[in-house]
C-alpha cells in the first residue's frame, strides 16, 4: 500500500464530529439521483424523533440507545458499546480481550459484496447496533442508523497478515443541531497488542507503515507494504456524502449469500424498521461482467459520485451548473443496467468537467466522453481509474486520478471489470 499525493493533513483533533440534522435526513428526505424528490416520496417512519428531536427509529428516549444489554456466554448482560473518543482501540469496546482478539458477542463482521480498493490491504468490518433498536430503512436506500451504534473496520498487510490500523465511525448522542458522528483512526503496535489513536497534526506528514514510506528516494514509487493512514480531517471527504455515514453496510452491498451479515440475515433478525417483502434483495443487476464493473464504480465512486440534499463531498449533479454530472451509486429497485444511475449518466455522454487543459484533463488525443462503448482508453472513466498521481511530472501529477484519496495504486481487477463492460458495450 502507498501514499497518494492527496493524503494532507488539515486537522488534529482529540475526535473528529460532524453534525447533520435529523428533520433534513430522516425518512427518506434526501433528493433521488436521478430527480429533485424524496426517495420514497414521504416522510416515513424514519422521521419520528426521540425527546432530543433525533433518532429515527432508534426507538430511544435520547434518539435510539437501549437500556437493555445482549448477555455475554455466561449469560451475564454486556455492558453497552462506549462512547467515543478513545485513547486506544481496546477502550472501544469491539474486543472482550485484545491481547486474544476475542470480539464481543453481540458484534456482529460483514463483508459488502463490492469492496472499496485500497491498495489491496486485507480488510475485516464489524458493526454493534444498540440492543432493541433497529435500523430505519423507511427509505431502503438510505438507511438511518440508532444512536450508538459503531462500526470497525480493520486493515491488515496482505501478506503478512500483520495488523495496521483500525478505524471506528460511531453515532453519538444527538447535539442541538442532529445527528452527530466520531471518526478516528487506531495505528496498532509492533506486537499487535493493542492500537493507539492517530493524533496526526495539520503540520505533520501523515503516519506512515512501516516508517520512511512517506519520502522515497527522487520521489516514487513507494515501497511495498506501505500503508498510509489518512488524517481524521479526511473521513468527510469520503463519508461526508452519506448522511449516516456508513458507506458499505446497505441495502445494494448486503444483498448476497456470501460471507458475514446479510441483508436477509438483518430481516430474520428484525433489525429493519421497514423490511423488504420476503425473499426480496437488491443486488446490483446485469450479467457477471456487468455487475463487476457496476458494483466495482457503485463502491469506489458512488459515495461521491451521487446527487442528494445534503451532499458534503466531492462534484456531483447538486454542484454541477449544467445539472448533467455524473452519478455511480446504484439504488435499490434498479433492476437493469439501463435503470441505473452510471449507464444513464455515463454512457455515452460528454465530458462537462474535466474538459481540458484548465480543467486538468491533459490527454491526446483529448478525452471528451464519460464512456464511450467499446472504447475504454477513450472513456474519461477508465482513464481516470488507470492513473495515478504519485511520482509523475506535471501537470500530470494533479487532477488526474480517481479515486482522488486513499489509493496510489492502480486496482487492477477493478480497472479490469471495467475495461471488459466497455469493450462489450455496441458502439
Excluded at 485513547?87 to 458477542?105: F, M
Excluded at 463483508?111 to 480488510?123: M, N, S, V
Excluded at 470497525?152 to 458522528?181: C, H, M
Excluded at 473521513?235 to 448476497?256: D, I, M, T, W
Aim: aromatic content about 8%.
Amino acid at each position: 500500500m502507498r501514499r497518494t499525493a492527496a493524503m494532507i493533513a488539515l486537522a488534529a483533533a482529540p475526535a473528529c464530529y460532524f453534525d447533520f440534522s435529523d428533520a433534513e435526513l430522516d425518512g427518506g428526505g434526501v433528493a433521488d439521483a436521478r430527480g429533485g424528490g424524496k426517495a420514497d416520496g414521504t416522510q416515513g417512519a424514519d422521521a419520528s424523533h426521540g425527546a432530543d428531536g433525533g433518532g429515527g427509529d432508534g426507538g430511544g428516549a435520547d434518539g435510539g440507545m437501549a437500556d437493555a444489554a445482549a448477555p455475554d456466554a455466561g449469560g451475564t448482560p454486556l455492558p453497552p458499546v462506549p462512547f467515543g473518543p478513545f485513547s486506544t482501540l481496546s477502550e472501544s469496546g469491539l474486543y472482550t480481550d485484545i491481547a486474544s482478539k476475542g470480539i464481543r458477542l453481540d458484534v456482529m463482521e460483514f463483508k459488502p459484496e463490492f469492496a472499496l480498493w485500497t491498495d489491496g490491504a486485507a480488510k475485516t468490518r464489524w458493526i454493534w447496533l444498540p440492543p432493541g433498536t433497529q435500523i430505519g430503512t423507511g427509505n431502503m436506500g438510505r438507511w438511518v442508523f440508532p444512536v450508538g451504534t459503531t462500526a470497525w473496520k480493520e486493515f491488515r498487510d496482505p501478506v503478512t497478515g500483520k495488523r495496521l490500523e483500525t478505524r471506528i465511525i460511531q453515532r453519538l448522542p444527538n447535539s442541538a443541531s442532529g445527528a452527530q458522528f466520531y471518526f478516528a483512526s487506531f495505528v496498532w503496535n509492533q506486537d499487535d497488542s493493542e492500537a493507539v489513536f492517530d493524533t496526526t497534526s495539520l503540520a505533520e506528514p501523515p503516519v506512515d507503515i512501516p516508517d520512511g514510506c512517506a519520502d522515497p528516494a527522487g520521489g516514487g514509487p513507494y515501497p511495498e507494504s506501505c500503508h498510509v493512514v489518512p488524517q481524521q480531517a479526511l473521513c468527510n471527504r469520503c463519508h461526508g456524502g452519506e448522511p449516516y455515514k456508513l458507506l458499505g453496510f446497505s441495502a445494494v452491498q448486503l444483498s448476497h449469500d456470501g460471507p458475514g451479515l446479510t441483508l436477509s440475515d438483518l430481516v430474520a433478525l428484525d433489525l429493519l424498521s421497514a423490511p423488504p417483502p420476503a425473499g426480496v434483495t437488491y443486488p446490483v443487476p446485469g450479467t457477471p461482467v456487468e455487475r463487476a464493473a457496476i458494483g466495482t464504480l457503485h463502491a469506489n465512486c458512488g459515495h461521491c459520485h451521487y446527487a442528494q440534499a445534503t451532499q458534503q463531498a466531492c462534484f456531483s449533479l447538486t454542484d454541477d451548473t449544467t445539472g448533467v454530472g455524473m452519478a455511480a451509486r446504484v439504488l435499490p429497485g434498479d433492476a437493469t443496467v439501463q435503470d441505473t444511475a452510471i449507464w444513464q449518466s455515463a454512457v455515452g455522454q460528454p465530458l462537462d468537467y474535466w474538459t481540458g487543459a484548465m480543467a486538468g484533463n491533459h490527454t491526446e488525443p483529448l478525452i471528451t466522453t464519460r464512456i464511450v462503448p467499446g472504447d475504454p482508453q477513450m472513456s474519461a472513466v477508465w482513464y481516470r481509474m488507470s492513473v495515478r498521481e504519485w511520482g509523475q511530472p506535471a501537470p500530470f501529477n494533479d487532477h488526474q486520478q480517481m479515486p482522488t484519496l486513499g489509493t496510489n495504486e492502480v486496482d487492477p481487477a477493478g480497472l479490469g471489470a471495467v475495461e471488459l463492460w466497455i469493450q462489450s458495450l455496441s458502439p
